[in-house]
């Protein structure tokens, strides 16, 4: 069974800069495709990178050149580098695994999330 366990998020200033990790097992995540995302109270879901089986990645626009996705394969773990962060980046941080990149936001595996709060 696919488990992905998400920690490192806390309370930072604007500016300030964040590695939250998501620590997979019940697979091997080389084969799958992994993103994170992120959901703001009173607002919807939205992807904030991605990952496919081949180290493809893909920022939304709203973070490239600021956070960075990357793997661990040897320790089974994704990390999101989150730098120069923004008040409007306040967010739950979910990370998500699927075989397949196009069904990942709708029948994904998920994590239980981590709070990050950026204040100005």
């Known amino acids: 069974q696919v488990q992905l366990v998400e920690s490192g998020g806390g309370s930072v200033q604007a500016g300030g800069s964040l590695r939250l990790s998501c620590a997979a097992s019940g697979y091997t995540n080389s084969s799958y495709c992994m993103g994170w995302f992120r959901q703001a109270p009173g607002k919807e879901r939205e992807g904030v990178a991605v990952?496919?089986?081949?180290?493809?990645?893909g920022y939304a626009d709203s973070v490239k050149g600021r956070f960075t996705f990357s793997k661990d394969h040897a320790k089974n773990t994704l990390y999101l580098q989150m730098n120069s962060l923004k008040p409007e980046d306040t967010a739950m941080y979910y990370c998500?695994?699927?075989?397949?990149?196009?069904?990942?936001?709708?029948?994904?595996?998920w994590g239980q999330g981590t709070q990050v709060t950026v204040s100005s």
């Open positions: 990952i496919d089986s081949e180290g493809n990645t």
């Open positions: 998500a695994a699927h075989p397949d990149c196009d069904l990942l936001d709708d029948f994904g595996y």
